[in-house]
């Protein structure tokens, strides 16, 4: 396979990782702080279909981000002033709002059927941006492919070296002792669940601005649902979601290359088509149970509802 | 009149009950004929459902008071369509349409139990009293996108995108190939499976993947117009699938191969008004006009219109048959033998690749 094959490669594995990142960056943030929304999904396409009605009827994609980020964050809002606020289960809400989530935006995006919209313009630097291999994978993407990494770095910094992150794991591990001492846990959970809105419903603007820009009823097939899983088997670590997601990414593409070019050992292509999936579960399962530092991480409080003490 | 009763489900059976209440409720104008429409997808996927849901839209159009329409979309195959076919059922439909072929067993299932309800199911094979199976000869428009794509393509290597290999997908690449090669013998497909009917995210990488492997035309036997917009971007071409997609790739989109499922729909629908109903088995195509095809692109040169059109009148007059041997397999060995043509069983049966196909 020659070099620029492997370059063009990689770049569809960046944008097919991205969504998943974006996604599952966001619930880790919610889950650390003890609150599980299986809405992802659902704010994931709340998020897609408001970036695109904005940028198509403003012409402006940064617009188009920033409402498809406040979307998510609508949608996160109303799960917590249910599972927050009024105590209602977290599981059957998370599900319910993916629900809809996925009706919502149908309505929402009935007339933006059969549009096309230009896909976001891709970062440009001058001279660097042409230099040959480096040049297209490193400084070849839209700007959501950016913000993603920064983004992963900015919550591993937060959770792990911040007085904030600290205070927001606490809540996630015993939410009992942090309110005991002082801490105000429904606060910090709602501001959890709102960061993981924001972040799943960029993912859904990534989708329906860079990654098929287009907006088609259901266009997230799922991935919502993939970063759940992803947040699980990176064991609630943002640098093995990171890991995960463009591991996932990357077999996918993979195999879809493999069986482009006739195959591989001759597995059919419903194996390949297994393969992402058994690919990042075994290697984060590993990661995971590995002697570096491994154990299940699972925050002690997650999706049990809090209701102080009066 | 239409009567719309959206269920977008993933928690099959809460929502199937939330389903159930709002059909209980509808349940009282007697006199207007009820038709149920189930969908295994949503109606804004711009493919295969928004297809159906543009013929139950005629039905309502032609028939106005006379009918109500019900559709239930995002149904997922199994289990779960058994139960809301059941509840269209007992809601008073008289007839209801099934949209995708894992809805057969169902189907046929819940038609037993409800013998004075019409059943039509799309794409399957068994029929009973009150079942009819209705399918379009997809194939014959595949035929007419071969003999198009083998003048366009220039590097002589065709990427097909398909959902699941089952004879439908099979068959339609097998006819793309055999008259792509009658114009490029040496043409060669290459297939991916995406093992998804619609997963826009995907359906567009399998593209990408596709054009870096060095194909020029794209075919796609999935449902969203991602691999199209992929095909625009890159600067090679294809075909669109279900509905005309040239809004999203006006160069890149070559033709496309509709569904034109309204005349059949508003004839059947018709026939229970009348009480002329009967259980059939039908595969329409070009000539009952069930099978159509959009205005082609620009980039599809004199010479390939007038293949495509020969194809394509061949086909209504029945003087041309996509399957007409000599046809060797994979293998090389003689499939069928010159002159022959595959019979509709054989072909609704397929399992086995043409020479000239890499699957």
Redesign the interface.
């Known amino acids: 396979m020659s070099l620029d ?1 492997m370059v ?2 990689l770049i ?1 594995v960046i944008s ?1 990782a991205t ?1 998943l990142l974006y996604a599952a960056l966001g619930e880790l943030v919610a889950e650390r702080a003890g609150v599980l929304n299986l809405g992802v ?1 659902g704010m994931m396409l709340a998020g897609a279909v408001t970036a695109f009605a904005v940028t198509v009827t403003t012409g402006s994609a940064s617009l188009g981000i920033v409402a498809g980020a406040i979307a998510g964050a609508v949608l996160a809002f109303a799960f917590g002033v249910l599972t927050l606020s009024l105590l209602a289960n977290q599981v059957a809400t998370g ?1 319910a709002l ?2 809809f989530g ?2 919502l935006s ?1 309505l929402v ?2 007339g933006f ?4 919209v230009e ?1 976001l313009p891709r970062l440009a630097v001058p001279g660097v941006s042409d230099l040959p291999v480096l040049g297209p994978l490193l400084f070849g993407h839209d700007v959501l492919v950016y913000l993603g990494l920064l983004m992963t770095f900015g919550v591993a910094w937060f959770l792990k070296r911040t007085r904030g992150g600290m205070i927001l794991r606490a809540v996630g591990e015993s939410d009992v002792s942090a309110h005991s001492i002082g801490y105000d846990v429904i606060k910090v959970r709602y501001l959890a669940v709102l960061f993981g809105g924001l972040m799943a419903g960029l993912g859904g603007a990534f ?1 329906s601005l860079s ?4 907006w ?4 997230t ?3 919502g649902w993939i970063a759940l899983a992803l947040v699980v088997f990176a064991s609630w670590r943002p640098w093995r979601v990171l890991l995960g997601a463009y591991l996932f990414g990357g077999v ?2 993979l195999q ?2 493999a ?4 195959g591989l050992f001759g597995l059919p ?2 194996v ?2 297994m393969l992402p999936y058994l690919a990042t579960i075994l290697v984060l399962t590993i990661i995971a149970a590995g002697p570096w530092r491994g154990r299940l991480n699972a925050p002690a409080s997650l999706g049990k509802p809090f209701r102080p003490a009066t | 009149m239409t009567l719309i009763t ?1 269920r ?4 099959a059976g809460s ?1 199937a009950m939330a389903g159930g209440l709002m059909l209980g409720r509808s349940a009282r104008a007697q006199e207007a004929l009820k038709v149920g429409f189930v969908y295994v ?6 493919g295969w459902t ?1 297809g159906h849901d543009v013929a139950r839209k005629a039905v309502d159009a032609k028939f106005g008071d006379q009918v109500k329409t019900t559709f239930v979309e ?1 149904v997922a195959e199994g289990p779960d369509a058994e139960r809301v076919i059941r509840q269209l059922a007992t809601s008073g439909h008289g007839l209801v349409f099934t949209t995708s072929f894992g809805f057969m067993q169902p189907t046929a299932k819940v038609a037993k139990q409800f013998p004075k309800v019409k059943f039509e199911h799309a794409t399957g094979y068994m029929t009973a009293p009150n079942l009819a199976v209705y399918n379009a000869r997809f194939y014959e428009g595949r035929a007419v996108c071969g003999a198009i794509a083998g003048h366009v393509t220039k590097k002589g290597v065709v ?1 097909y995108i398909g959902s699941f ?1 089952i004879p439908e997908v099979v068959m339609g690449i097998n006819a793309f190939t055999l008259a792509a090669q009658k114009i490029r013998p040496d043409i060669q497909v ?4 995406a ?2 009917w ?5 359906e ?3 593209a ?3 054009i ?2 060095g ?1 020029d035309i794209i075919c796609q036997h999935t449902d ?3 691999p199209l ?1 992929v095909a625009q ?1 890159r600067g090679v071409h294809g075909f669109g699938q279900a509905s005309d997609m040239k ?2 790739a006006p160069e890149a989109q070559l033709t496309a191969i509709l569904d034109v499922w309204s005349n059949y729909y508003v004839e059947r629908v018709q026939a229970v008004i009348d009480g002329s109903w009967q259980s059939h088995s039908v595969w329409y195509g070009f000539k009952e006009g069930m099978v159509a095809l959009a205005d082609y692109g620009p980039a599809v040169t004199d010479e390939a219109k007038k293949d495509a059109e020969a194809t394509r009148e061949g086909i209504i007059a029945g003087t041309l048959h996509p399957f007409t041997g000599p046809i060797k397999n994979q293998k090389g060995e003689e499939a069928v033998a010159a002159g022959a043509t595959l019979p509709d069983d054989k072909l609704q049966a397929m399992d086995w690749y043409v020479q000239g196909v ?2």
Do not use: C
């Open positions: 094959a063009l490669i569809t097919a969504p999904e599900l993916t629900i996925i009706g149908a995006g009935a059927v059969g549009i096309p896909r989708l990654y098929t820009p287009m088609v009823e259901e266009m097939a799922g991935r996918t593409i879809l290359h069986q482009g070019a006739g292509a419903q390949l088509s | 959206t977008r489900s993933f928690v929502a997808g949503p109606v804004g996927d711009y928004h995002n990427g290999p290459k297939v991916v499976w093992n998804s619609y997963d826009p995210g995907k567009g990488d399998a990408k993947a596709l870096d492997q194909a969203s117009p991602a917009q971007e809004t999203y890499q699957a």
